[in-house]
């Protein structure tokens, strides 16, 4: 008689037998790629999201389509590492939403390079001690990350990915069961994401803004009497308690990440650019700067102002847009605005998240 249960196994075992089998076929047909390619870029981000779109689009289940990314990303991560292991910066020490958001974009298969700040990212990308950094530009709470956008005003590199995380904060501890909590320790960006939080559960304990949350969480690790407020991963990697889980004011609560490097990607057929620009200080300008992108069908995702730093009451515009600089309708848009802008800077063109 036979043994519903042991069947079942049987056919999984075998299905895993083919998976292994296909996978290591794609990892030689990879393999082929990179010899062909003869020193060209290892890391083409167009192409991924390529793939990666249509398997979602494919996906007919149980896995949910997060689930089939997360599996494709590993498998590719793996199969580029074959080639070459690249160097990805990001805001440390280990165990920030930074790191996250490099994991997601890139897999495992990678060499973090932890840093000290987000200045130090792009230092290491520009030096070409990393060959990719992955820096926040944007919350969904708490607005534009102004450190990241002044860089990417003055670097040479150029974006060539972007992430969305869904940032999920908790509150951690080694404190005792009940014990009070004196001081809690966050990055000012996660602070402010559960601000709310901490006025109703935590009124008294003292704010403490650090450079980030895994050095919050290294602080929170040497006293009892406080806490941190950052990801489970961070919980994990200090041994601290998670006291409360998904304390941000936001149950939405995203932050957009860019990946910046050298290169620029080909359009993949669901683009963004993002560029920077200035207009003159007078009546009308900015409908005119902005009036070729509406002239020639082109989309304008957000736009975000910074002070210029070279005047009083002067400005540069962050924005995003739909579509490649390639693309016919983009590039005739743009150069009608670098003849009307005081300053322009294509800052780069990648593929959207997903």
């Known amino acids: 008689m036979s043994d519903p249960l042991k069947d079942l196994r049987d056919r999984i ?122 820096v926040p530009v944007e919350n969904s709470t708490d607005g534009a990350v102004g450190r990241s956008l002044d860089l990417l005003l003055a670097t040479p590199a150029s974006i060539c990915g972007e992430v969305l995380l869904a940032v999920h904060q908790c509150l951690m501890s080694k404190a005792a069961a009940g014990a009070p909590i004196r001081k809690v320790f966050a990055h000012a960006q996660s602070l402010a994401q559960c601000h709310e939080w901490l006025n109703q559960n935590l009124p008294a304990a003292e704010r403490v803004a650090v450079v980030s949350n895994a050095e919050g969480a290294r602080l929170a690790a040497a006293d009892p009497t406080s806490a941190s407020i950052g990801s489970r991963a961070a919980a994990e990697l200090y041994e601290l308690d998670v006291v409360a889980a998904n304390i941000e004011d936001q149950p939405n609560n995203t932050t957009r990440f860019v990946v910046i490097g050298d290169h620029a990607p080909a359009p993949c057929g669901r683009d963004k650019t993002s560029l920077a620009m200035s207009t003159l200080n007078r009546p009308g300008a900015m409908h005119d700067l902005l009036a070729p992108l509406a002239r020639h069908g082109v989309d304008m995702t957000r736009m975000e102002s910074r002070p210029s730093r070279t005047g009083l009451w002067e400005y540069v515009f962050f924005v995003d847009l739909k579509g490649h600089q390639q693309e016919a309708h983009v590039a005739r848009a743009l150069t009608e605005v670098r003849s009307r802008a005081s300053f322009l800077k294509i800052l780069g063109s990648y593929p959207a998240a997903l």
């Open 13 to 134: 075992d075998a299905v895993d037998d083919e998976i292994l089998r296909l996978v290591s076929e794609r990892a030689q047909l990879a393999r082929d790629i990179g010899e062909l390619k003869a020193g060209g870029p290892i890391y083409r981000p167009e192409r991924e999201a390529q793939v990666v779109q249509r398997l979602q689009e494919r996906n007919r289940g149980p896995l949910p389509r997060v689930a089939v990314v997360r599996v494709f990303t590993e498998i590719i991560s793996a199969c580029r590492a074959l080639e070459q292991t690249l160097s990805v910066a990001f805001l440390g020490p280990r165990g920030t939403f930074s790191e996250e958001a490099a994991l997601k974009q890139f897999g495992s298969s990678v060499r973090g390079v932890p840093c000290a700040s987000i200045d130090q990212v792009f230092r290491e990308v520009e030096a070409g001690q990393a060959g990719y950094g992955v």
